[in-house]
């Protein structure tokens, strides 16, 4: 089992930044690929970004490259979401998600591919 607790969202201006994280639990945190999701009301939830198990591969929806940076911290059982120029559009409740297969490539987007997930954290951009 893997639990995941995310943390690190709120209520930002257009063009700020803010920085997710997502603590894992368990000791074979460092063998899966992690991803990020996110939900807008009233929409379906969508990829935003993926690392792989050593954080040497990085996978990017197109609407966040060069924008957002996935990196994580296997000492501490962590992953982190940096978001920068965020905007209006980027309002939704961020999730994050464990990949305990370990031959999946490095391009995994839908969300039954991933096996545990988060309860979420709202992230607000106001205009």
């Known amino acids: 089992q893997v639990q995941l607790v995310e943390s690190g969202g709120g209520l930002v201006q257009a063009g700020g930044s803010l920085r997710l994280s997502c603590a894992a639990s368990g000791r074979t945190f460092s063998s899966y690929a992690m991803g990020w999701f996110r939900q807008a009301p009233g929409k379906e939830r969508e990829f935003v970004a993926r690392?792989?198990?050593?954080?040497?591969?990085?996978y990017y929806a197109d609407s966040v490259k060069g924008r957002f940076t996935i990196s994580r911290d296997n000492g501490k059982n962590t992953v982190y979401l940096q978001m920068n120029s965020l905007e209006p559009e980027d309002t939704a409740v961020y999730y994050c998600?464990?990949?305990?297969?370990?031959?999946?490539?490095?391009?995994?987007?839908?969300?039954?591919?991933?096996?545990?997930w988060g309860q979420g954290t709202q992230v607000t951009v106001s205009s």
């Open positions: 998600a464990a990949d305990t297969n370990r031959f999946r490539g490095p391009i995994a987007t839908i969300t039954y591919e991933y096996d545990y």
């Open positions: 690392i792989s198990w050593s954080g040497g591969s990085t």
